[in-house]
C-alpha cells in the first residue's frame, strides 16, 4: 500500500494557475474514478476540494478544478489566491485491503 | 451542519492500548462509511481504517492490521477504533472522517482530531 506520488512542493504567482499531479497505478487512481482532493492549513483538519475525479462539492470555488489520465490524477488551481498557500493531498479508492490510498502530499505556496 | 466529535487521545506507554471514539451528528450515520486517518507530526495523511455504514465490512492499512479494530455503534452514531499493541510509530493526530457513500470512496467531512502519543 505505497503512497500515491505528488511533487513536494509548487508555487505560483497571485492570478497564476498550478497543476499538482497524483501518479499511482492501476489498483488505485488508474482503476477507478473515486479520487478526491484535499486542501490542510496548518493546525485545520483536511477540507474535501474535489471528489470523484472531478466535481466539486458545495462551496468550494471553481477556481479548482480536477482531472485524470491513465494512473495520474491532476488538481489544477486557477487563478491563484494568497488563500490558497495549504498542503494539498489526493486521495483514491485501492483494490487493496486498506480503505483508501492518500498522496504524498504538496505545499502550495503563493509567491 | 455535519458534526464528527473524537475523543479518547492521550498518552500511552509502548505496548499500551487506547480505545478512541467519534460522535457523529446531522446526518443518518448507517448509511455512510466512516474511517480514520492518521497523521504523524509535520508527516502526511494515512488511512488506517475503514468500515461500511452496516459495519459489515470492515478495512486496515497494513501497518496496523492485527493491532486495530474497528467498530460502529449505528443506534449511538459512534465509530470507534481500538488500538492494541501501540508503537512510537503510532504517534499521530487521529481523525474520524464520514464517507460520501455506504461503502469507502473517499471522506467528505472531517472531525478536528484527537492527538495519540506513544512513549515511555
Known amino acids: 500500500q505505497s503512497a500515491l506520488t505528488q511533487p513536494a512542493s509548487v508555487s505560483g504567482s497571485p492570478g497564476q494557475s498550478i497543476t499538482i499531479s497524483c501518479t499511482g497505478t492501476?489498483?488505485?487512481?488508474?482503476?477507478?474514478?473515486?479520487v478526491s482532493w484535499y486542501q490542510q492549513h496548518p493546525g485545520k483538519a483536511p477540507k474535501v476540494m474535489i471528489y470523484?475525479?472531478?466535481y466539486r462539492p458545495s462551496g468550494v470555488s471553481n477556481r479548482f478544478s480536477g482531472s485524470k489520465s491513465g494512473n495520474t490524477a491532476s488538481l489544477t488551481i486557477s487563478g491563484l489566491q494568497a488563500e490558497d498557500e495549504a498542503d494539498y493531498y489526493c486521495s483514491s479508492y485501492t483494490s487493496t485491503s486498506a480503505p483508501g490510498v492518500f498522496g504524498t502530499g504538496t505545499k502550495v505556496t503563493v509567491l | 451542519e455535519v458534526q464528527l466529535l473524537e475523543s479518547g487521545g492521550g498518552l500511552v506507554q509502548p505496548g499500551g492500548s487506547l480505545r478512541l471514539s467519534c460522535a457523529a451528528s446531522a446526518f443518518t450515520f448507517s448509511s455512510y462509511a466512516m474511517s480514520w486517518v492518521r497523521q504523524a507530526p509535520g508527516k502526511g495523511l494515512e488511512c488506517v481504517s475503514g468500515i461500511s455504514g452496516s459495519g459489515g465490512s470492515t478495512y486496515y492499512a497494513d501497518s496496523v492490521k492485527g493491532r486495530f479494530t474497528v467498530s460502529r455503534d449505528n443506534s449511538r452514531n459512534t465509530v470507534f477504533l481500538q488500538m492494541n499493541s501501540l508503537r512510537a510509530e503510532d504517534t499521530a493526530v487521529y481523525y474520524c472522517?464520514?464517507?460520501?457513500?455506504?461503502?469507502?470512496?473517499?471522506?467528505?467531512?472531517w472531525g478536528q482530531g484527537t492527538l495519540v502519543t506513544v512513549s515511555s
Open positions: 492501476s489498483s488505485d487512481v488508474g482503476g477507478y474514478n473515486f
Open positions: 472522517a464520514k464517507d460520501r457513500t455506504f461503502s469507502p470512496r473517499g471522506p467528505d467531512y
Open positions: 470523484d475525479v472531478s
